[in-house]
């Protein structure tokens, strides 16, 4: 095995840099409040951009100048459009939970639910993830309902497929939804 990772090593070939490639120096390393913590000294940088490319850099403008050397009006002020941009289309907005599940429970599906056999869960935590999961499951179904429903512009379709899956804070979501039109 060792064997393999040295010739690994010696056949491998060495990353190459690229020419304008900026290298931090590492300055000192001390133990502050418990941790770590390492300071840099960061070479300076100028962005250049492409010719013809439409990037606008939104960097400060002390990143953008030389050391020393004040900012330019020119520079701290936003480029101008050249075009005036349509206004978007009014669109009716549902502010939709991210689910039932609170954030511990989420946590404990996507740690335990599916884990395979060597994974650092207890019995009763695969359990739980499990019945977790098919509530979720659940109401996904139910959203997705909703969601049909409203998309054809049902909106008595919709409410009623949220009470029907029993989610009553849901289904007022959806009646005030509709009800803003």
């Known amino acids: 095995m060792l064997n393999l990772l040295l010739a690994a090593a010696i056949i491998a ?3 190459v840099s690229a020419p304008q490639a900026v290298q931090a120096q590492l300055q000192s390393c001390a133990m502050e409040g418990g941790r770590w913590v390492c300071r840099y000294a ?3 940088i100028e962005i250049v951009p492409l010719p013809g490319a439409d990037i606008v850099a939104d960097a400060p403008a002390t990143v953008l100048t030389s050391p ?3 900012p330019s009006a020119a520079e701290t002020q936003p480029p101008a459009t050249t075009g005036t941009i349509p206004p978007a ?3 009716r907005t ?7 599940l609170t954030e511990r429970e989420a946590s404990l599906v996507a740690r335990c639910a599916d884990a395979p056999w060597y994974a650092i869960c207890l019995p009763d935590d695969r359990r739980a993830a499990r019945t977790l999961k098919e509530k979720q499951d659940a109401f996904e179904v139910v959203r997705r309902a909703v969601a049909s429903r409203l998309g054809e512009d049902d909106c008595g379709g919709a409410v009623k497929a949220a009470l029907d899956g029993g989610y009553l804070d849901f289904a007022g979501q959806v009646r005030t939804f509709c009800a803003a039109e």
């Open 13 to 15: 070939p060495s990353p």
């Open 42 to 44: 960061v070479p300076d």
């Open 68 to 70: 020393g050397e004040a």
């Open 89 to 91: 289309p009014e669109r």
């Open 94 to 100: 549902i502010n939709l939970d991210a689910g039932i």
